[in-house]
């Protein structure tokens, strides 16, 4: 990939940010190349993919493409625009790709791309201020008759046994409740946030679509675990370990800290009963025609 700056002047870390989605890209492809092929249609000329990260889901959607395809890529950060059209390129390189640096959180992603077949959202709706505009919005990038995707949360992730043999039993249910409440404070402070008190077909129906349908795929990574899965888990438990410390859970994230030691007797990397399994739902929606 090109050159990528480690810290930029909006105090992210990008060379960490980009080796953490490329890990989870690498874990998914295999359900997210399935995924690409069930979403798209025959006819299906044209894509776009809000918050593309590092390109994992736009590369599985362009080489579904038919010769002739297009993919714009929309994204707030250059960095990852940058990376996901290098990965475009690698994994379909037939493909005609587009950019757009544009928040998807403001009006300014109606004009990103002309109207598509197929406008695709994996875990980025939840993100944005007021969730049930930003489904508006992009509901507008949808051509009559094409569909809007988004793939959100379905069942919470579990990597590890309910008993991990260090502190109290149960630690990853509350590590996870740990997640909820960062994200619940999280959003009460995010300026211009608004709640949505209804599921997400709810949402993509309030917003014109119709036919609104969801299913849900799983990504199972049985134990022992290696590659990967192993990487991904190790990220998970590194954020989970952060979030434990600042809503002062601080017995659960020493524990946390024990199996993340590579020294350590108890590192993940080193037991075999670490897993990776979650279930993602995915909602579609059609544009009216008329």
């Known amino acids: 990939m090109g050159h990528v700056h480690s810290h930029s002047s909006d105090g992210i870390d990008w060379d960490t940010r980009l080796r953490q989605l490329r890990e ?3 874990l998914t492809a295999p359900e997210t190349a399935a995924l690409a092929e069930k979403l798209l249609l025959p006819a299906d000329r044209t894509v776009v993919d809000i918050g593309s990260g590092a390109g994992g889901s736009a590369a599985a959607l362009a080489a579904a493409l038919p010769a002739g395809g297009v993919v714009t890529l929309v994204d707030s950060a250059p960095e990852l625009l940058t990376a996901a059209v290098e ?3 690698e994994t379909a390189p037939g493909a005609e ?3 757009a640096e544009v928040d ?7 004009t990103a791309a002309e109207p598509a077949d197929l406008v695709f959202a994996s875990f980025a709706v939840h993100h944005l201020p007021d969730q049930a505009a930003g489904i508006r ?12 995707a ?5 069942l919470p992730t579990r990597v590890l046994p309910w008993d991990v043999g260090l502190g109290a039993p149960g630690l990853e249910g509350r590590l996870a409740a740990a997640g909820d409440e960062w994200f619940r404070r999280m959003r009460a402070d ?7 008190p209804t599921g997400w077909p709810a949402a993509l129906t309030a917003s014109g679509l119709e036919r609104v ?3 849900s795929y799983l990504i199972d990574r049985p134990a022992p675990l290696s590659g990967p899965a192993l990487d991904v888990v190790v990220r998970r438990l590194e954020g989970m370990r952060e979030t434990a410390r600042t809503e002062g859970w601080n017995e659960d994230a020493e524990v946390v800290d024990q199996l993340l030691d590579v020294d350590g007797q108890h590192y993940v990397g080193h037991r075999d009963d670490v897993y990776y399994l979650t279930a993602n739902t995915v909602h579609v929606g059609t544009r009216p025609r008329g």
Request: glycine share 10%; no cysteine; aromatic share 4%.
């Open 24 to 26: 989870t890209d690498a």
């Open 87 to 89: 990965h475009v390129h």
């Open 97 to 99: 790709v587009r950019t």
């Open 104 to 110: 998807a959180a403001t009006d300014e992603v109606r």
């Open 137 to 148: 919005r992009l509901s507008a990038l949808v051509r009559p008759g094409g569909r809007l």
């Open 150 to 154: 988004i793939v959100e949360f379905g």
């Open 190 to 196: 995010m300026p211009g946030a608004t709640r949505l």
């Open 213 to 215: 349908h969801s299913w």
